[in-house]
């Protein structure tokens, strides 16, 4: 597993100090809902990492292990004073998550992008955080996803979104535990008569085609009424 070379208070004071551009590495809501703005987005991966939804979190469930995880990465700007903070809230204070600093691999085969590695800011949830919930048979998660929605949206339309974007960006990525997961919710929201579009909305998916957020603590302010299931690693 490639070595965490940072904890939360350097990578930050570091980025804070030195005033240059930085990358910001995104698995999961970050790939389609960023919340702040950004000078270039890439996709790509990072090594030995793993995708799971076992981290729980009244706003928001993934481990450590060996691996590949992709998703995407965001140049942030110097002058940017915002995407910081508002990280550093929606993701530690709220989420539970750790920051450390990973080698970013750009998807080799995209157009005019040298391929070089990156440093970038990496959010990561570990066993010691109070919102850890640990690993859970498949079925089990599925139905706690399909069953969970607070004033973030839905359980459903976080995997949904998240699925949707690997499908579009990273066709090429395999990604099981999340494709597995989609299909036992779909499964389950058929057996039981649950119209999916309902929880996801068209007016929400529509937002996923816009490249650039706009900054905002509107994510990081509304609070589920119960624990959701997101993706850590």
């Not at 990072?46 to 995407?72: A, L, Y």
């Not at 937002?207 to 997101?230: D, G, M, T």
Request: hydrophobic fraction near 35%.
């Amino acid at each position: 597993m490639d070595k965490l070379r940072n904890e939360t208070s350097s990578s930050e004071s570091k980025t804070e100090s030195n005033k240059e551009p930085f990358w910001v590495f995104g698995y999961g809501s970050l790939c389609w809902n960023p919340g702040f703005e950004y000078q270039q987005s890439l996709t790509g991966y990072v090594k030995g990492f793993s995708r799971r939804f076992w981290q729980g979190n009244t706003t928001h469930r993934g481990t450590e292990d060996k691996g590949i995880t992709w998703g995407k990465a965001f140049l942030v700007a110097a002058e940017n004073s915002v995407a910081l903070p508002y990280l550093t809230k929606r993701e530690c204070k709220l989420g539970g998550y750790k920051t450390c600093v990973v080698n970013f691999h750009p998807t080799p085969f995209l157009p005019a992008t040298r391929a070089d590695k990156k440093d970038a800011l990496l959010y990561i949830a570990l066993p010691e955080n109070k919102h850890w919930l640990g690993s859970a048979p498949l079925p089990d998660i599925a139905k706690q996803i399909l069953e969970c929605r607070g004033p973030s949206g839905s359980n459903v339309e976080y995997l949904l979104r998240l699925a949707d974007f690997m499908r579009e960006e990273i066709p090429e990525a395999l990604d099981d535990h999340l494709f597995s997961l989609e299909r036992l919710v779909r499964k389950f929201a058929a057996d039981f008569k649950i119209c999916l579009r309902s929880l996801v909305g068209e007016q929400e998916r529509e937002e996923r085609e816009v490249k650039v957020a706009v900054p905002s603590n509107q994510f990081a302010s509304r609070i589920p009424e119960k624990k959701l299931r997101c993706v850590n690693m």
